[in-house]
């Protein structure tokens, strides 16, 4: 596992530069910037996503599984003069806000790639969104080098292989276990190859649930992986970015700004 996994501040700083220098811009495009927004992040972990909006006056919301995660988050903007508040809830037991309260902007970043009832999530979205509003997902597409976040792993070297999680199941389980991942590991790790997402598979799911796409930006070098890697972000070719199930392979970051019809 990368030491930025085990040491959350540095990570929710990092999601903080990246959401800073590349989403708000972004989102602005297609959401004029309102005195006073209302952002509600799904899967929103420590918080870090959140933090740019906050500091320029919006109301944010962050709603993720993991208690600790919560606690964290909690922890952290606890010290900031910022309007936000964390639940640690499934998204799907998070009740649907008044008419008044429902937000303008919903994140869902690193989320759907997560989740198996896809079709649910994206009908319980819709009445959180104000009817002007719009959705940022950010997710991997499924057969880039590590769509299977695989740099989960503890093992150094098992967290570095490109494109194992394509591997059939029972293969892929048995290289996890012979470098020494443990049980919980290998279960994320295998219930991420069944929720795994195309870039197909997502614009199927948009328009079976009514949602337009504003936009597409399909990326070849990972914003984040400036943060990371200090690699310079890169689009995907637009010759590239339009050849079916192929462009899978080289985009490590979709961007998607999309609305409820």
Same mark, same amino acid.
């Given at each position: 596992?990368?030491?930025?996994?085990?040491?959350?501040?540095?990570?929710?700083?990092?999601?903080?530069?990246?959401?800073?220098?590349?989403?708000?811009?972004?989102?602005?495009?297609?959401?004029?910037?309102?005195?006073?927004?209302?952002?509600?992040?799904? *899967?929103?972990?420590?918080? *870090?996503?959140?933090?740019?909006?906050?500091?320029?006056?919006?109301?944010?919301?962050? +709603?993720?599984?993991?208690?600790?995660?919560?606690?964290?988050?909690?922890?952290?903007?606890?010290?900031?003069?910022?309007?936000?508040?964390?639940?640690?809830?499934?998204?799907?037991?998070?009740?649907?806000?008044?008419?008044?309260?429902?937000?303008?902007?919903?994140? +869902?970043?690193?989320?759907?790639?997560?989740?198996?009832?896809?079709?649910?999530?994206?009908?319980?979205? #819709?009445?959180?969104?104000?009817?002007?509003?719009?959705?940022?997902?950010?997710?991997?597409?499924?057969?880039?080098?590590?769509?299977?976040?695989?740099?989960?792993?503890?093992? #150094?070297?098992?967290?570095?292989?490109?494109?194992?999680?394509?591997?059939?199941?029972?293969?892929?389980?048995?290289?996890?276990?012979?470098?020494?991942?443990?049980?919980?590991?290998?279960?994320?790790?295998?219930?991420?190859?069944?929720? *795994?997402?195309?870039?197909?598979?997502?614009?199927?799911?948009?328009?079976?649930?009514?949602?337009?796409?504003?936009?597409?930006?399909?990326?070849?070098?990972?914003?984040?992986? #400036?943060?990371?890697?200090?690699?310079?972000?890169?689009?995907?070719?637009?010759?590239?970015?339009?050849?079916?199930?192929?462009?899978?392979?080289?985009?490590?970051?979709?961007?998607?700004?999309?609305?409820? +019809?």
């Amino acid at each position: 596992m990368q030491e930025r996994h085990l040491d959350r501040l540095r990570y929710l700083k990092e999601l903080a530069n990246t959401s800073r220098e590349y989403y708000i811009d972004y989102i602005d495009a297609y959401f004029p910037r309102k005195s006073r927004c209302r952002i509600l992040e799904v *899967g929103c972990g420590e918080g *870090g996503n959140l933090l740019p909006f906050a500091e320029r006056g919006a109301a944010v919301t962050g +709603v993720d599984l993991s208690e600790m995660k919560i606690a964290q988050a909690n922890s952290f903007y606890r010290e900031l003069p910022y309007d936000a508040v964390f639940f640690a809830v499934n998204f799907f037991d998070f009740p649907y806000p008044d008419e008044d309260k429902k937000y303008d902007i919903i994140l +869902v970043h690193d989320v759907i790639e997560h989740i198996t009832p896809k079709d649910k999530f994206l009908k319980h979205l #819709k009445p959180f969104l104000n009817e002007d509003g719009i959705v940022f997902w950010r997710f991997p597409a499924w057969q880039m080098p590590f769509g299977g976040h695989q740099q989960i792993c503890r093992n #150094k070297f098992c967290s570095r292989l490109p494109f194992i999680h394509l591997l059939p199941a029972p293969v892929y389980r048995g290289i996890l276990s012979s470098f020494g991942e443990d049980q919980s590991c290998i279960d994320e790790l295998i219930d991420i190859k069944r929720c *795994g997402v195309t870039i197909e598979m997502f614009e199927k799911l948009l328009k079976t649930n009514d949602y337009i796409s504003l936009n597409r930006c399909l990326w070849f070098i990972n914003p984040h992986y #400036k943060q990371k890697f200090n690699l310079k972000p890169r689009k995907l070719s637009v010759s590239l970015s339009h050849i079916r199930y192929v462009r899978n392979f080289f985009t490590t970051s979709c961007y998607y700004i999309t609305k409820s +019809v």
